[in-house]
């Protein structure tokens, strides 16, 4: 589009249209920590022979009568918690899921269990997405920059032993949970090394065009990218600052105001 930082779009041999060091920048996303445990039976959704069979059966039954097991949204429960004593607001999210999850589900799990996440709401690490080529068929460079902030790895290590304070308590215990990845909840030094591990993206990644009201941001308050005429965003890119939750529900709303903003403008 020739819209961007000018020097890296000249790097690449991509002709300036608009000198703007804010696309790809301001990169944010949710951070996420997921602790895994194995239990003993088939309660939970897992994989073994008597596991499969009762999941052919659950879909049999959703598929006649929209009940039984398979109903399941998986991510059963959700909380939100203030961990941190400055907090203005909740700063951790937790997904609890009636399945032990590795690696987003890429890596299978023999057997049953559970996970619960824990991300971070507000994150202070700020990444970018860069271009590696000229063809738009090539991946770009996408840098989370995940928990380079100090900050974030406070909240996150808070977020972690507080999650754990729940997981630990009856009725759940009463399931014979096994950690998957067990740490000294105490030795601050191996909390921070299993979180940089294993955290990772949950998904909801914002602010790389972000809007506002100076002349550096990309998009203006209604959303009409600066210095293009006729060019409006209407994503989760536009967003300043991450929001405190999912994003799927903000991005609609923002779909709906820039359907406004483009009718509006053409009348």
């Given at each position: 589009?020739g ?8 790097d ?21 920590y997921?602790?895994?445990f194995?239990?003993?039976?088939t309660?939970f ?13 659950g ?5 006649r ?10 991510a059963?429960a ?20 009636v399945?032990?999850l ?5 890596t ?7 996970s619960c ?31 380079t ?6 909240v ?12 630990e308590?009856p ?14 909840l ?30 550096d ?7 009409r ?13 536009v ?12 991005s ?16």
């Amino acid at each position: 589009s020739g819209i961007g930082p000018a020097d890296h779009l000249r790097d690449h041999g991509i002709a300036v249209r608009v000198d703007r060091a804010a696309v790809g920048a301001n990169l944010q996303d949710h951070i996420d920590y997921v602790a895994s445990f194995e239990t003993p039976g088939t309660q939970f959704v897992g994989s073994s022979l008597k596991g499969t069979l009762a999941m052919a059966g659950g879909m049999i039954q959703w598929l006649r009568k929209r009940q039984g097991m398979m109903t399941t949204p998986f991510a059963e429960a959700g909380a939100f918690l203030k961990v941190m004593p400055d907090a203005p607001a909740p700063d951790v999210q937790l997904h609890f899921v009636v399945a032990a999850l590795e690696d987003h589900g890429r890596t299978k799990v023999k057997g049953h269990g559970y996970s619960c996440h824990v991300c971070v709401l507000r994150p202070e690490s700020h990444g970018t997405v860069r271009l590696t080529s000229t063809d738009p068929h090539q991946a770009p460079a996408i840098d989370p920059a995940f928990l380079t902030d100090p900050r974030d790895m406070a909240v996150m290590k808070a977020g972690v032993r507080a999650m754990y304070r729940i997981l630990e308590q009856p009725p759940l215990t009463d399931h014979m949970g096994r950690d998957r990845h067990p740490v000294d909840l105490s030795d601050d030094a191996a909390l921070e090394d299993l979180i940089r591990s294993r955290a990772d993206t949950v998904y909801h990644p914002v602010g790389t065009a972000r809007m506002g009201s100076d002349a550096d941001a990309v998009c203006d308050p209604r959303l009409r990218v600066r210095g293009v005429e006729g060019l409006y965003v209407a994503d989760a890119s536009v967003m300043p600052k991450l929001v405190s939750g999912n994003t799927n529900a903000p991005s609609i709303m923002i779909g709906e105001r820039c359907a406004d903003f483009v009718t509006t403008d053409l009348r």
